[in-house]
């Protein structure tokens, strides 16, 4: 059974920072490509950071510059760095696992709470 575990969430102050993880099992971590979306109420979800199996990062523009996408395939697991944060990044944070060769496969955590606020 695939799970992906993130942690890391909670409530920071405006310009402070917060390192979010996923830790993938049941899955060979090393052959997905891993996103970071977020949710913020009444919004739809949005995509904010990826990893490619080759270590590329792409980033909304929303957060470029102060997010970093890195991935440890030793330990199975992805973080998302976020620093410089700012009210409006206020939402649930979902870990995404993606495969499109050797079957097609797309799993989603069950999402980390991150709350900006003074």
């Known amino acids: 059974q695939v799970q992906l575990v993130e942690s890391g969430g909670g409530l920071v102050q405006p310009g402070g920072s917060l390192r979010l993880s996923c830790a993938p099992s049941g899955i060979i971590f090393s052959f997905y490509i891993m996103n970071w979306y977020r949710q913020a109420p009444g919004k739809q979800r949005e995509l904010v950071a990826t990893i490619t199996i080759g270590a590329s990062t792409h980033y909304a523009d929303s957060v470029k510059g102060r997010f970093t996408i890195s991935r440890d395939n030793a330990k199975s697991t992805v973080y998302l760095q976020m620093n410089s944060l700012k009210p409006e990044d206020t939402a649930v944070y979902y870990c995404?696992?993606?495969?499109?060769?050797?079957?097609?496969?797309?799993?989603w955590g069950q999402g980390t709470q991150v709350t900006v606020s003074s």
């Open positions: 995404n696992a993606v495969r499109y060769s050797g079957g097609a496969a797309n799993y």
